[in-house]
């Protein structure tokens, strides 16, 4: 039984292009140096003495930086290629990240937090466009879920090592992290030749450059703007892993930095394990969006699992594995869904909507969360959380039903 996995495992990974293997390898860089976001509430709390509503005022800024930087991006992107939008954007994001440590005010947090997150984010259509250009739609999915495999590998590597980190002293955090973003980039600089001068002007390279493709607004595309819509709520849902989780952890069960890493990084640890393997034997098998579906029920087993009466271990172990199980679903078929449905010259704009569906999240989930924790505490906060991802659930099932993703 172990060995047929075992050979299943390495045909996951058979056929995939050697350009998405030197992108994820540089995102791995990346990520295992992606110890800040994982913390960042937890130093505005702890060390910064911010209150965990006013924690939640600086990471609604976070995500309004993404919301642009997503925007940017994707129209940076289209215009030319994604190289120096990758690179610029990661030398830039290190930067900043060692300068925050001057950082104590709760409005110039705001404003560096916005900056951060602008910068950050695009970065992502960017990323995007590159995983498309060099994949083919029989191992997209696949192509996808090795570039999210990386930055699973590097997050199972980050929290363990921040909480470690955080116990020496939270500078450590924004430097290992602001290196790690300008090493990634000086990788980039090593990126293999290959196909790139045909693929950055978002043309097929066996057909004549596009001079100046139709321009269409991608909120034009009905089917499409719906499909937006739910995946920013699905995402609210999601992300409270990033913004209240921990904070959970450290306020219910009273646990360390230390220990919060390591069950954070058990996210990483599923994903990295189990995803690849899984997208090989479903893949093509149904629609993307049933798989979202699919993916929305282990949400709401996820949250569930916190109301539960179980002991503080039990539970968190059965969050980490619903949420991971529904983020293995939802993610790479949402970001296969965007890549397909989007026409010749315009990846990079429906990409970046696309981002800026989870930026959108990133403003509501941290706003949201510690607003209700707040007010009615972290039982409410979860109940909400499996109703919103239930509604989602039937968002995408009526349309479905209509023919929107057919």
């Known amino acids: 039984m172990l060995l047929k996995f075992y050979h299943h495992w390495l045909n996951s990974y058979r056929g995939i292009p050697r350009m998405i293997w030197f992108l994820s390898l540089v995102n791995l860089i990346n990520r295992c140096g992606a110890m800040v976001i994982s913390f960042i509430t937890l130093y505005l709390t702890q060390h910064l003495h911010f209150s965990i509503a006013e924690a939640g005022y600086v990471m609604g800024f976070f995500g309004a930086g993404a919301m642009l930087g997503a925007y940017i991006g994707g129209r940076l992107t289209d215009r030319t290629g994604y190289r120096p939008v990758m690179f610029w954007s990661l030398i830039i994001n290190g930067l900043i ?52 495999m990386s930055a699973n590998m590097g997050w199972t590597v980050a929290p363990a090592l921040g909480g470690l980190l955080a116990t020496l002293g939270w500078n450590w955090l924004f430097w290992v992290d602001g290196l790690t973003c300008i090493g990634a980039a000086l990788m980039l600089r090593r990126l293999p030749a290959g196909k790139m001068s045909v693929e950055e002007k978002n043309v097929d390279p066996q057909e004549e450059p596009v001079v100046a493709p139709v321009r269409v607004s991608p909120f034009h595309d009905r089917s499409f703007v719906w499909f937006i819509l739910l995946t920013m709520l699905n995402a609210v849902v999601f992300m409270q892993i990033l913004w209240t989780v921990p904070v959970f952890f450290k306020e219910a ?154």
Do not use: D
Request: hydrophobic share 55%; charged share 10%.
């Open 97 to 148: 990240l060692i300068l925050m440590l001057q950082v104590q005010g709760f409005w110039p947090m705001c404003a560096a937090v916005f900056t951060l997150s602008v910068s950050s984010e695009i970065f992502r259509p960017a990323n995007s466009v590159a995983i498309s250009h060099n994949s083919i739609p029989e191992n997209r999915t696949r192509a996808i879920s090795l570039y999210r």
């Open 253 to 406: 069960y009273h646990w360390t930095e230390a220990q919060i890493g390591l069950i954070m990084a058990l996210n990483g640890l599923i994903v990295f394990v189990v995803e690849m393997p899984l997208i090989f034997r479903i893949e093509g098998r149904q629609l993307p969006v049933f798989y979202i579906r699919l993916g929305l029920v282990m949400y709401v087993l996820a949250y569930l699992a916190f109301i539960a009466p179980a002991a503080a271990v039990v539970a968190a172990i059965a969050y980490m594995i619903f949420i991971s199980f529904g983020e293995m679903f939802v993610m790479p078929f949402s970001s296969n869904y965007v890549m397909g449905r989007s026409p010749k010259g315009q990846l990079g704009q429906y990409m970046g909507i696309y981002t800026m569906a989870y930026s959108c999240s990133n403003i509501l989930a941290p706003l949201l969360g510690t607003q209700i924790i707040a007010a009615w505490g972290y039982t409410a906060l979860w109940s909400l959380a499996a109703v919103l991802a239930t509604a989602v659930w039937a968002g995408f099932w009526v349309l479905e039903q209509r023919g929107h993703y057919a």
